[in-house]
């Protein structure tokens, strides 16, 4: 913020004269607003001019602790012989500390501060998820809707049977990364996974793989998680599940309403009749 005594910028509001000698009556209010301590109240920095008829602003340095770098602005308006003051605020100047900006929890939220036992609620309307009646064959992406055919897709059955690659992993060797998996930081048996409330084989974000490892393992999908881009157990879990919904009724609790004296009222009313 710039002194108006020492330059004027054309294109600023004048100030009316009557309004530029009211500094003393702002510095009253902006003191009274410093909880009464003048010494919170430092020296008139500029006046400007506001957009509607007779106002206009005097702004001072705050000497307030924690303010480094902010100011009083003081809101001053009326015609000649009855001005007033209309509004003490502090605003920040530009090299003043200040707050950053807000950002809603879902977009702060990183995969490594999930913790066993935490929970990370899913929106309602996450657009990572669909149901699962919608979601095609990667094969029939292409094909218009009345030729797609229900079942496995020809790529899937044809990497499957081992169509394209020289040689695929025998039963031994599946079986060893199996074990190898389920044993890992990803399994049943992780810290994670046991502090759960659901498991990985029911999130939407989960991803099986093909083949006969199919039913026990996915990757998982969810980027906001420790797990995303992992081979997980499907019996594994984690607080990120795709049917933790977000809460919005009321955190405190109700309790039921009791009538303590409803057995004396009763027998009252039965002994008049």
């Known amino acids: 913020m710039h002194d108006t005594h020492?330059?004027?910028?054309?294109?600023?509001?004048?100030?009316?004269?009557?309004?530029?000698?009211?500094?003393?009556?702002?510095?009253?209010?902006?003191?009274?607003?410093?909880?009464?301590?003048?010494?919170?109240?430092?020296?008139?920095?500029?006046v400007r001019g506001e957009d509607v008829p007779d106002a206009a602003t005097h702004y001072f340095?705050?000497?307030?602790?924690?303010?480094?770098?902010?100011?009083?602005?003081?809101?001053?308006?009326?015609?000649?012989?009855?001005?007033?003051?209309?509004?003490?605020?502090?605003?920040?100047?530009?090299?003043?500390?200040?707050?950053?900006?807000?950002?809603?929890?879902?977009?702060?939220?990183?995969?490594?501060d999930l913790g066993p036992g935490d929970l990370l609620p899913v929106e309602e309307d996450d657009e990572r998820l669909v149901p699962a009646h919608a979601v095609l064959d990667a094969d029939d992406e292409?094909?218009?809707?009345?030729?797609?055919?229900?079942?496995p897709?020809?790529?899937?059955?044809?990497?499957?049977?081992?169509?394209?690659?020289?040689?695929?992993?025998?039963?031994?060797?599946?079986?060893?990364?199996?074990?190898?998996?389920?044993?890992?930081?990803?399994?049943?048996?992780?810290?994670?996974?046991r502090a759960a409330s659901a498991h990985c084989g029911t999130c939407g974000f989960y991803l099986p793989v093909a083949g006969s490892?199919?039913?026990?393992?996915?990757?998982?999908?969810?980027?906001n998680v420790p797990a995303d881009g992992r081979v997980v157990h499907a019996e594994y879990g984690c607080g990120g599940h795709s049917e933790l919904q977000v809460d919005s009724g009321s955190i405190i609790a109700v309790a039921d309403l009791v009538y303590d004296d409803g057995v004396e009222m009763d027998s009252e009313l039965a002994g008049r009749s």
Do not use: I
């Open 61 to 112: 340095a705050a000497d307030k602790p924690g303010y480094r770098g902010w100011y009083w602005a003081v809101t001053v308006a009326g015609p000649e012989g009855d001005v007033n003051v209309s509004e003490v605020v502090l605003l920040p100047g530009p090299e003043s500390v200040v707050a950053p900006s807000w950002v809603p929890w879902n977009e702060r939220v990183r995969a490594e």
């Open 153 to 193: 897709g020809v790529r899937e059955v044809g990497d499957e049977l081992g169509m394209g690659r020289p040689r695929v992993m025998s039963r031994e060797g599946r079986l060893d990364a199996a074990v190898r998996w389920a044993d890992g930081d990803f399994g049943p048996g992780a810290d994670m996974a």
């Open 213 to 223: 490892l199919r039913a026990a393992f996915g990757v998982c999908g969810n980027g």
């Open 142 to 151: 292409d094909l218009p809707s009345d030729e797609v055919v229900p079942g």
């Open 6 to 46: 020492d330059t004027a910028d054309p294109s600023e509001t004048p100030v009316a004269a009557h309004l530029a000698a009211a500094g003393d009556l702002a510095r009253v209010a902006a003191v009274e607003t410093a909880d009464g301590d003048a010494a919170q109240v430092g020296e008139v920095v500029a």
